[in-house]
C-alpha cells in the first residue's frame, strides 16, 4: 500500500491569509475616514471648531454702544466691523490694568504664525477710568492695544451685553486672569475665554474660529 504523505496543514493555514489581509485594510480605511471626519469637525465644514473656551453659538449680535478712545473720539459698534477684537474689562487704576494687558499682548504674541490674523486682531481694554494718559502708556505696549473709556453705566451696559457681571467688570479683576471676551468681524461676541485658560491655547481658539469664519464667508 503506498503511504500517503504526511499533512503539514500549510494549505488550512494559508487560505484565510487573502481574507485576513482584506479585513486590516479595510479596518485601516475606516480608521483613516474616522480620523479626517474628526479632523474636518474640528476646523472645517461647516459645524464651529471645538475649542478650549467658550464657544457662543449662535454668535451675539452687539448694541451700540458709545466709549471714548485715547484721542478723544467716540468709538461705537460700527468701529468693531471688519476686525476681531478681544477684550476685557480692567481698572486702570491697579494692577487689574497690568493683568488684562499682559494677557491680551501674550495672546497676541502667540499668533505670530498667522500674521493675516494679527493685523486684524484688536486688543481692547474696557474701563470706567477717565485717565488718558495712563491709557495711552498701556496703548504703547502694543499696536493692536487700544484702551476705550466710558461713564460706568456704558460701560456696565457694554458688560451686560457680553455677559459678563457688571459689578465686576467696573472693578476690574486685580487679583486672577481676566475673562477676555472674542468678538468678530460682524460685532458680534463669537466666543469668551475664562481667567484658567492658557493663553497659547486662547490663541489656538481663535485662530480655529477666524479659519471657520473666513471659511463661511
Do not use: C
Not at 146 to 172: E, F, K, M, Q, Y
Request: hydrophobic share 50%; aromatic share 6%; net charge neutral.
Amino acid at each position: 500500500m503506498r503511504k500517503q504523505p504526511p499533512r503539514t496543514g500549510g494549505g488550512r493555514r494559508n487560505r484565510p491569509l487573502l481574507p485576513r489581509l482584506v479585513m486590516a485594510v479595510a479596518a485601516i480605511g475606516l480608521f483613516l475616514v474616522a480620523y479626517q471626519w474628526g479632523n474636518q469637525y474640528r476646523v472645517g465644514g461647516d459645524a464651529p471648531p471645538v475649542i478650549g473656551g467658550v464657544l457662543i453659538r449662535p454668535a451675539q449680535s452687539l448694541p451700540d454702544f458709545v466709549l471714548t478712545d485715547t484721542q478723544g473720539e467716540p468709538v461705537g459698534r460700527g468701529a468693531l466691523l471688519e476686525h476681531w477684537s478681544l477684550l476685557a474689562f480692567a481698572s486702570l487704576a491697579d494692577a487689574g490694568a497690568h493683568r488684562s494687558i499682559a494677557r491680551l499682548v501674550e495672546v497676541y504674541n502667540r499668533l505670530a504664525d498667522a500674521p493675516d490674523l494679527r493685523r486684524r486682531l484688536r486688543l481692547i481694554i474696557a474701563t470706567a477710568d477717565a485717565a488718558p494718559g495712563l491709557a495711552r502708556d498701556f496703548e504703547r505696549l502694543s499696536p493692536a492695544v487700544a484702551v476705550l473709556s466710558g461713564n460706568r453705566a456704558a460701560v456696565a451696559d457694554l458688560a451686560t451685553a457680553l455677559g459678563a457681571d457688571p459689578d465686576t467688570a467696573l472693578a476690574g479683576a486685580a487679583d486672577a486672569p481676566p475673562t477676555l471676551f472674542l468678538l468678530d468681524p460682524d460685532a458680534e461676541l463669537a466666543a469668551l475665554f475664562p481667567g484658567s485658560q492658557a493663553p497659547a491655547m486662547i490663541a489656538e481658539d481663535v485662530a480655529a474660529l477666524a479659519q471657520h469664519h473666513a471659511r463661511r464667508k
